[in-house]
């Protein structure tokens, strides 16, 4: 995930808007108690989700992993009025960590949890989304992106976390043994060959796709 200088990051959030005391607080505690915290998405591409939600003013999100609740609340942070973000997430225990800090958000009757696999309940929504944000099991994400592109409305973003994967994805021996860097690197040529989307990889974090449907 070090793709850029340590003080250049560190530049770049001091001059970037303010991290809010609900994400520190939530940063912290993630880092304190929950396993892998560094899966959390944190102030810098918190803020970049917040704002490419408040451009478009979605009605519906979807978000595929939740973990303990930062991005979801920082794309609800752009939601129409009336809008609904609906995130999913394989982990029980993670269900009452990210459900408090929903309602100390003030977002919590926006904000709806569902436990389970992500691809069978997918496969259950009748709903059309103007974003979705894809961060969970690597393996899945070209699966994600079959189940939810005919459910996008024209002009909905499509955004993926770790699409760069710690830089595995230029690893030859990576490529051909880890099914994480081969999931990845085929997720990232289906997204740039399809013609329903045009996309770019920000090398923001661990690699941002962000995609728009086009038709």
Not at 16 to 22: F, P, Y
Not at 26 to 33: D, G, I, K, S
Not at 47 to 65: A, M, T, V, W
Request: glycine share 6%.
């Amino acid at each position: 995930m070090d793709f850029i200088d340590k003080k250049l990051l560190a530049y770049c959030e001091d001059h970037s808007s303010a991290e809010s005391e609900l994400l520190k607080n939530l940063n912290r505690e993630t880092y304190a108690n929950v396993l892998h915290p560094r899966m959390l998405s944190g102030h810098l591409q918190g803020k970049i989700l917040s704002l490419f939600s408040k451009l478009i003013c979605p009605k519906n999100i979807l978000e595929i992993g939740t973990y303990t609740g930062y991005s979801a609340i920082c794309l609800a942070e752009g939601l129409a009025e009336n809008g609904k973000l609906i995130t999913i997430d394989c982990n029980a225990e993670l269900e009452l960590m990210a459900n408090k800090y929903f309602e100390k958000s003030g977002m919590k009757n926006k904000i709806q949890m569902i436990i389970g696999d992500a691809v069978n309940i997918i496969k259950t929504l009748d709903v059309n989304f103007d974003l979705v944000f894809i961060d969970a099991d690597k393996t899945s994400y070209s699966r994600y992106f079959d189940l939810v592109i005919d459910k996008m409305n024209t002009g909905a973003l499509l955004i993926a976390d770790n699409v760069l994967w710690n830089g595995k994805i230029l690893n030859e021996s990576d490529l051909k043994k880890d099914a994480d860097t081969q999931a990845i690197n085929s997720f990232n040529q289906k997204i740039k060959s399809d013609v329903r989307v045009e996309n770019i990889i920000l090398p923001v974090r661990d690699g941002l796709m962000v995609a728009r449907k086009i038709n």
